[in-house]
């Protein structure tokens, strides 16, 4: 009987000895994610987001993306989204600035993006944001590193 409360008893508090190095994200056929902020434990060397999109229109059409930038760069990254670069390229040329990038999605979607997370550091602003053109007025937000 002792050893029935034990396993749950050292589940329940070395689970909270390990870092939570991913989350889920979603968002559906709207301008807006499911998350309002982002937050990144700086114990993680790596962290994956895993993103859905739970609408039903096309990528080319209304997709969804998720890309990191420092608050610095957002205006300067915003300032190169072209439709002519396509979705495949996320509407956004190559560019240092960029941290992370999914790729665009569509209904029924999903994706995800692993971050070396010794790109981050505490003193610094983080944001997320869609950049299917348009979109990133609705959809964006601070990531926050803990």
Do not use: W
Request: glycine share 10%; with cysteine; charged share 20%.
């Amino acid at each position: 009987m002792f050893k029935n409360y034990i396993l749950p008893f050292l589940l329940f508090f070395t689970s909270n000895l390990y870092a939570a190095c991913s989350l889920e994200m979603s968002s559906a056929d709207l301008l807006q994610f499911n998350k309002k902020k982002l937050i990144i434990d700086s114990s993680c060397s790596k962290f994956t987001i895993y993103f859905k999109h739970e609408g039903e229109m096309a990528a080319g059409t209304f997709g969804h993306n998720v890309v990191i930038v420092e608050r610095k760069n957002f205006d300067k990254v915003k300032a190169r989204i072209d439709m002519k670069l396509g979705e495949k390229l996320g509407y956004l040329p190559e560019m240092p600035e960029i941290l992370a990038k999914t790729e665009i999605i569509g209904g029924g979607g999903q994706t995800s993006v692993t971050i070396d997370a010794t790109k981050f550091s505490k003193g610094s602003e983080y944001m997320f944001f869609c950049s299917f053109p348009g979109h990133y007025g609705g959809m964006q937000g601070p990531v926050q590193i803990l």
